[in-house]
């Protein structure tokens, strides 16, 4: 069964399933900036465009472009920036 999430007034919007690695959303940000918090850790993908990080405890922002992934602890908030509307999948632990 598939659950769709709204964010941010409908800015951010994510399919929730099961896949063979566990729970995980596919979904697509609107261009903007946006602040998420964890309850696990996060494995997160760009599908295409370009996602711009900012890691807690981190002072400086890092770009993935399409197919890089980077993984974020459980129970931390991290701020995104994208200037393109940027789908992604994120994968759960």
Partial sequence: MFKTNLYFDGNVVSIAFESNEGRATVGVMKAGEYEFGTDTI??????????????????SWKSYSKF??????????????????????????
């Fill in 68 to 93: 890089e992934s980077f993984e974020v602890a459980k129970g931390v908030r991290f701020k995104v920036k994208c200037s393109e509307n940027t789908p992604y999948l994120c994968l759960y632990k």
């Fill in 42 to 59: 996060e494995v997160m993908t760009v599908i295409s465009g370009q996602l711009t990080i900012l890691q807690p405890n981190e002072t």
